[in-house]
């Protein structure tokens, strides 16, 4: 637990809780703290699935802290500040053994939204705001905003998005795929669980196999990535999740995974 950021458990499904009123906007702090409580749940063999939200009525996360950027002008551009904070956060993620989920209502704008595409799956409310609104400010998304948009929404679509700096909706969202699913902003959080203890039942041994093979075969061909994929499997069916599931399935029980 830190100043910003606290997690709580709902079963194998841990809820971690991103609180910086008003809007919950990422001050550097604010991402060491978070990507440290996430590192620590991945590393926790109870956890099976993560589901990030922002504390408050107003915002998933509303970008970053605004008032830290003159002192970016002094840090590494690779390195300093929400920018370099954020494009950390999403590598670690993106090699992380738990599936994450973004919890997202109202403004997830900016940061929040470089957040939100680090993770692995993302629930809105219908009427949340999404969108990269830094060219307003003269500048460019620097957490994966013109790298991670695009590989969601396509080209045009990001671009419109990054050029105008204008938001949309959760329901647009969801049309675009930036977004897997939406619903009433009542249910957002029980569809957010809902989804996370569907994939605690998931074996970790099976899920990290997925999330590996989507990090890492993305931009590679096609012959490439079934091969790496096939060599996947065969690990997966020699694992004791695999030996398991094939057997509870031929026994007509449900079965139980160890994650190894």
Request: charged share 25%; aromatic share 4%.
């Amino acid at each position: 637990m830190g100043e910003f950021v606290s997690s709580e458990r709902d079963g194998a499904v841990a809820v971690v809780t991103i609180a910086n009123p008003p809007v919950n906007a990422l001050s550097a702090r604010l991402l060491e703290e978070l990507e440290a409580e996430l590192v620590a749940l991945d590393e926790d063999g109870d956890v099976r699935a993560i589901v990030v939200r922002g504390a408050g009525e107003k915002a998933f996360v509303a970008g970053a802290d605004i008032s830290e950027f003159p002192k970016l002008r002094e840090a590494p551009a690779a390195g300093g500040g929400s920018a370099g904070g954020i494009q950390r956060l999403g590598a670690r993620l993106d090699s992380a053994r738990t599936p994450t989920i973004a919890a997202i209502h109202g403004y997830c704008l900016g940061g929040g939204l470089e957040l939100a595409m680090a993770c692995d799956l993302r629930v809105a409310a219908e009427d949340s705001q999404l969108g990269q609104p830094e060219i307003k400010l003269g500048l460019i998304p620097g957490g994966g905003g013109t790298q991670r948009l695009p590989r969601l929404v396509g080209h045009g679509r990001a671009l419109l998005l990054n050029l105008t700096g204008d938001p949309i909706s959760g329901l647009q969202a969801y049309e675009w795929g930036l977004v897997e699913r939406v619903v009433p902003a009542v249910e957002l959080m029980d569809a957010a669980l809902g989804l996370g203890h569907t994939l605690a039942e998931r074996s970790p041994h099976a899920v990290g196999a997925v999330k590996r093979l989507a990090a890492e075969t993305r931009d590679v061909p096609l012959a490439e990535g079934m091969t790496r994929e096939a060599e996947g499997f065969a690990r997966c069916l020699a694992s004791e999740d695999g030996q398991e599931g094939v057997a509870a399935f031929l026994e007509k029980r449900k079965p139980s995974f160890s994650g190894r």
